[in-house]
């Protein structure tokens, strides 16, 4: 006789044998983030802050992007506190991804005011203005693209991605991504930027093993 203890072993056994794994490359296929001048902004004092070592060097487009993979029915992840510092007159980082029900705490590090609002149709909220050292949040309870701007400084703009998946990812330097323990299944794999917005493929996760797919942004004739 099997004992319950062997049992539920077997049945764990069975779930972790009957996963695969997703793997792949985001291929940026032209540039995405035009290079603008900052405009010169003020603090209450008149006094210009120092332009930003971070002006001066190259984009990293796959720090504006997220990978998620759709499908299934496993639950989302936990929820988590994470942090979008305003710091150089910007928003630190460009783009955050976290599960649904998260909170996002908007820090204010620069000598000058700032007033964070979105207009996003998943959660619209202005924040108002508040100094240096002090911090809004908000908890986001939808799926959905947060859209992040400042009222006093129009080059600010920050992106939210809200995901239900338990499967998300910003892509690695290189636009990797991975995700193992996935389901057999049919899925949708979306790459969403927060310049060039979102593009789609389908991927299909075998019983075992590992299924590699690439997905352009943004799509070329060429390579439909």
Known sequence: ?????????????????????VSGHAIVTRRLTKKTASPIVYNLR????????????????????????????????PPITAVLDQQGVRFDSDLLVVPVGSTVEFLNSDPIFHNVFSLSKAQPFDLGFYPRGQKRSVKFSRPGIIQVYCHIHANMYSAIVITASPWFAK?????????????????????????????TTEVTVPDIG??????????DVEHP
Not at 68 to 74: A, P, T, Y
Not at 210 to 219: C, F, G, L, W, Y
């Open 1 to 21: 006789m099997v004992s319950s203890r062997s049992f539920i072993a077997f049945v764990l056994l069975g779930i972790r044998l009957w996963a695969g794994s």
């Open 46 to 77: 008149g006094a210009a802050p120092a332009i930003a070592s971070h002006d001066l060097e190259p984009v990293n487009e796959f720090d504006r992007m997220a990978v998620i993979l759709e499908g299934g029915s496993r639950p989302s992840k």
């Open 171 to 199: 892509p690695a330097s290189d636009g990797s991504f991975s995700w193992d323990n996935v389901p057999p299944g049919h899925y949708r794999l979306t790459a969403w930027h927060k310049i060039a917005g979102a593009y």
């Open 210 to 219: 590992n299924v590699e797919v690439n997905i352009r942004v943004p799509i």
